[in-house]
């Protein structure tokens, strides 16, 4: 059975910073590429950042880039997303995507909440 398990979120305040984790199992993490995105209350799900199977290759909205960092542990079955000096407009559900390479599969997890405010 697959599993996407996102945490990690919570409330902070402007210019903190918090980590997100996804722990993933029921596939072959290695052979996907990881991917975490956003939806904002009213708002279309948007894509935030992106890391290739293997790490060598990272991807970022840019309104978070400087700012967020994407990361793998292949050996963790783990994505993680470190996000630092966080605006409210960064507030959202932060979601977790698997796409396999090659191949149609898609796996999503259930989202974890961020909400940055003073």
């Known amino acids: 059975q697959v599993r996407l398990a996102e945490s990690g979120g919570g409330l902070v305040q402007p210019g903190g910073s918090l980590r997100l984790s996804c722990v993933t199992s029921g596939f072959t993490f290695g052979d996907y590429a990881l991917a975490w995105f956003r939806q904002a209350p009213g708002k279309e799900r948007e894509f935030v950042a992106s890391?290739?199977?293997?790490?060598?290759?990272?991807s970022y909205l840019d309104s978070v880039r400087g700012r967020f960092a994407i990361s793998r542990d292949n050996a963790e079955n783990t994505v993680y997303l470190q996000m630092n000096n966080l605006k409210p407009e960064d507030t959202a559900v932060y979601y977790c995507?698997?796409?396999?390479?090659?191949?149609?599969?898609?796996?999503w997890g259930q989202g974890t909440q961020v909400t940055v405010s003073s």
């Open positions: 890391i290739s199977r293997y790490g060598r290759a990272t």
């Open positions: 995507k698997a796409s396999a390479l090659p191949g149609p599969s898609v796996y």
